[in-house]
């Protein structure tokens, strides 16, 4: 089991949370709350080892087009490069204020 | 009013969004009337386990189980499910004290006077293994609250699947005022791989699902009467259910109370022959409104 | 817990304490009960025995089985309905069970039922003003243990070897955890809700009492007597609590080791009473 986090300078000031997925075998699940300030922090919890250049592809590439400035906390199970950018979508996609 | 009030197998209608395929939070979301869920420790408020980390398990933020209050078919009710998804639904100090604690509450508002009914959807392995003593003392809790809740109000057990209800929790699914299953859960103390390890495969082969959902599928369950009510995989069916069980209130007397009856039944019972397919429904359950309708 | 057929600490202890004072009567070969005096108290003893001959060839080593889950809960609600309109009879579980049964009729015939209906009834009992008590002289396994003591108002155990609480046999959590007997030994060392030994369980705060220094599989006449003072000292205390088991969280084991039950109690009932309606 790994931690990892990152952050990343976001502009725009989010005003939903979010919560999807579950941390079964091949999932993950993503909390996703407003950031205070204009830097989007990720917190990962994952149980597969050695995967940080991964995760940081995926999220490079999430924050590449996602302006929000969010905390993402993360549980994962596991979970391809795909699964975790469909549960990133879902995330900021769904949303209650 | 007997069992067969609560049944609706013979419902022809096609079949509408499945049950089965919702996670837990969304079969919550099903059963709550619009306008009145009030979520628990969420997954916001990370109330995760502390046993997990440390042995390199990744935790999950609501613990694998959600609690609301709400209302449902307009009954004010506590509202709660097992996440089958997250190591198999198993219960751990905080999920199964959650239950508990949802359930004590429950109990409390009632003999203050606003009575508030329980509907458990259980979808779990029964203890959490990694967590043991624990999981198998909140889960004494669990029966606890449930016994002390349902002297006043249903406690609803629902059985859908996939991975069904074991082990301590089968005691509590037992303990429910009344039990909905679909053919697709499983209802038993053991699971068969478990049976298969410590009797062998000859008591029970683990790999043989016919025979498996032959002795602990909802079917087998509801036709020895073991449970209430068999629905399809269909939220609405399952919605009308529970309304249902609602309505009618508490049974004249708890399935878990027949111990006359079950201890007549159970001598009656031919040892000899291993596919006993269970007892001949001789009783069931008769439900009616506490005060005598 | 293989080699077991005919011992029974439970047997053994359950004699002991009411030293032929009165009858012992067994309405199953494998469930005893004694309607005895502790003290200047009228209490019922109940413990769940071996029988190796038992038609429910699973249900042989002591486990709680179909006919002793239900034969418990007859003999538990015997009690509450003899006492209706009488002092309260403490009801004591003493406690070397095997865990459940594992067997296909036990699947069939509904061994979660069975097991539930001994749960409502020292449930109830314990609801409607009766001490229940249980006494852990051995094995307090998994769904025995949640059928036949864990709903005691105080759960007393002597401390010796061979006593032990847990919620499954060692070969099976290894099997579906998927982890080695090594690393399970290690985990039970370093997590205490996973090591079964008495000692260590009672680190979490359920128990009321450990009794200390007295043999298991012989207990001397003073061994008996320290537990009976202890059994009475418990009833005494379980009458003056309350009749749910919220005394279990506040020992100072618990406020030690089970923070987080307190944490989601004290989070979720703020949460409960400041919703709307």
Known sequence: MERLSFEYPSSQTVLHRAHVGVVGSGDLEVLLEPSPDHLSRVTVCTSADGYSMTWKAVLDRFFLQYQGAVLLAINDFGATPGVVALRLREAVETGTP | MTKHALVSTRDNTPLGQSFIELRARERVHALLDPGSRHELLSPYDRVISPWLLQQGIVAQFDDGVAVFRGKVAGHRAVVIATEGAFLGGSIGEVSGTKIACALELACKDTQAGVPTAAVLILDTGGVRLQEANLGLAVISEIHSAIVALRRHVPVIGIVAGMVGC???????????????????????????????????????????????????????????????ALVRDDVSEIKRTVAIALEQGLPTEYRSDQVTNYLRLLRAVDTSEYLNAGYTPVSCVEYGAKNGQ | MDNKSNHSRAKTWLRALVNDSCEIVAPLKSVLVCDAVLFDEHVRYLAVIPNPENRFPRARNGEVGLDEAWTLAEAVREVVADDERQTKRAIIAVVDVNGQA??????????????????????????????????????????????????????????????????????????????????LDKYSGE??????????????????????????DSPSMADVQRVRHELKFAIAHARAGSVDLSNRLESPEALENRKASLEVRRRLTNQWNSLPD
């Open chain 2, 166 to 228: 074991f082990g301590g929790m089968a005691l509590s699914a037992a303990l429910c005022s009344s039990l909905i299953m679909t053919r697709q859960g499983r209802l038993g103390m053991n699971g068969a791989e478990v049976i298969e390890q410590e009797a062998g495969i000859d008591e029970l082969d683990s790999a043989d699902r016919e025979l498996i959902w032959s002795i602990q599928g909802g079917e087998q369950r509801y036709s020895t009467n073991l449970v209430d």
């Open chain 3, 102 to 183: 594992y067997g296909r009729r036990e699947e069939s015939l509904g061994l979660f039922l069975a097991c539930a209906s001994a749960v409502a009834a020292y449930a109830t009992a314990r609801l409607s003003g009766h001490p229940v008590v249980s006494l852990i002289v051995g094995h307090a396994v998994s769904g025995g243990f949640l059928a036949h003591g864990y709903q005691a108002n105080r759960i007393l155990a002597i401390e010796a070897p061979e006593v032990l609480v847990h919620a499954m046999g060692k070969s099976a959590i290894a099997r579906v955890t998927r982890r080695d007997h090594d690393e």
């Open chain 3, 191 to 216: 997590i205490i809700p996973m090591s079964g030994d008495i000692k260590v369980y009672a680190k979490l705060g359920t128990l009321h009492t450990l009794i200390t220094g007295v043999c298991g």
